[in-house]
């Protein structure tokens, strides 16, 4: 009795009886790929829920019709796979995709010219790898407001109209990178108050109209680098205030009209590298007052850098480089450094006339290369050691 049972079940799920519709194909094993409209239709008349291979969507222009509408999709749930939608660029939206709660591989939303906006796809719960939205040119909106689950990273980049992202708020973790890049309207980011880590990269990049980092209120930890770089119109990282562990580096490059790294206070170690460079609003480092030891440490190019302001620094494993901060006048704030492994380099600057800031340094038994040159004064070691550091 219990075989012919399971017999049955078996063949209800696998949709073998052709006489009755409500069964038929509910689900269709492996990938499936539709170019056309008229495959999207034919898929719709199997009325399926799940795809257990990779789903990707994206039109063949000369193969048929091109796709307008995925309403066919209707009654898919789980896609065992990637979702790929790309290339379609009669797509206006996503209905057809709004009972989609599953993706256990990657979501990937690139390269549609009219795609307005996603939002047929709120339902989703989980995605087990990445999610990418990409150089959709009409997108104006992003909002995954029920995602708990990512497994791997978030990359929303090229999308030129993108001016709001306001999802997310239910991830407390992003395994992978979280990237923001090439975003030029990007004027809000909310919805990541309950984000507390990120696996490995933070990356904000070319984002030229967004101003804070509020959104990200809570976020505690970086596994491997904090990326802000060509963010012109970037106030403010204060939002980051919460944020204690970054694993490798911080690079701040070319962010025009950021004055201050107030927000960065809690940090203390980066094994690799901290590069501040060519930003040409920022007066001070005292945002990074909590640093105590880095890889290396490059400061240079930020022409309004009056206060280098790092008290709390005692060692550089490699290079110490500061080159063209042109008014920069002293290296006070570098008094508690006792220790760089490899290399000093202070060339360019062209105010700077008080090296007594690294005379602790150079009494403590500096090795290194040194190299101090083309700044208003380039005293050698034996005159900081002889109390001619001014």
């Known amino acids: 009795m219990n075989r012919i049972t399971s017999l049955s079940i078996l063949m209800l799920l696998l949709g073998c009886t052709k006489d009755d519709g409500a069964f038929e194909d509910r689900f269709i094993e492996g990938d499936v790929v ?27 222009y000369g193969a048929g019709e091109a796709i307008t509408s995925l309403k066919g999709l209707a009654g898919l749930e789980r896609i065992g796979g990637d979702l790929t939608v790309g290339n379609s660029d009669y797509l206006f939206n996503l209905e057809g995709l709004n009972q989609l709660l599953l993706i256990e591989g990657s979501l990937t939303v690139w390269g549609s010219e009219n795609l307005l906006d996603i939002q047929d796809l709120n339902n989703l719960t989980s995605i087990g790898s990445d999610l990418k939205i990409e150089n959709n040119i009409a997108l104006v909106t992003i909002d995954f407001g029920r995602l708990t689950y990512l497994g791997q990273g978030l990359t929303i980049s090229g999308n030129s109209r993108l001016f709001s992202i306001t999802g997310f708020n239910k991830l407390s973790s992003i395994p992978g990178r979280l990237q923001f890049w090439s975003n030029p309207v990007l004027t809000e980011i909310k919805g990541f108050e309950n984000l507390s880590s ?25 596994g491997w680098g904090l990326y802000l770089n060509n963010n012109n119109a970037l106030l403010s990282v204060k939002g980051l205030s919460q944020l204690s562990s970054i694993g490798t580096r911080i690079e701040v490059r070319r962010n025009t009209k950021l004055e201050t790294l107030d927000g960065l206070n809690e940090i203390s170690s980066l094994s690799e590298f901290l590069i501040v460079w060519s930003n040409s609003s920022l007066i001070s480092l005292n945002g990074l007052s909590g640093v105590k030891n880095v890889g290396n440490l490059y400061v240079s190019f930020n022409e309004s850098l009056t206060n280098i302001d790092l008290p709390n620094l005692s060692t550089i494993n490699f290079e110490l480089i500061m080159s063209g901060n042109s008014v920069l006048q002293n290296l006070d704030g ?6 760089v492994g490899s290399g000093v380099i202070i060339d360019s600057n062209a ?16 090795s290194g290369e040194y190299h101090v040159l083309d700044n208003e004064l380039n005293p050698t070691q034996k005159d900081i050691l002889e109390g001619r550091c001014n």
């Open 34 to 60: 539709l170019s056309t409209q008229q495959e999207v239709d034919d898929l719709a008349e199997k009325n399926i829920t799940e795809i257990t291979g990779n789903l990707r969507i994206e039109s063949v």
């Open 198 to 222: 990120i696996g490995t990269d933070f990356n904000l990049d070319s984002n030229s109209s967004l101003s804070n980092l509020d959104a990200f209120s809570s976020l505690l930890s970086i």
């Open 334 to 339: 570098l008094s508690n450094l006792d220790f």
């Open 351 to 366: 105010n700077l006339a008080n090296f007594c800031g690294i005379e602790t340094l150079i009494q403590n038994d500096y």
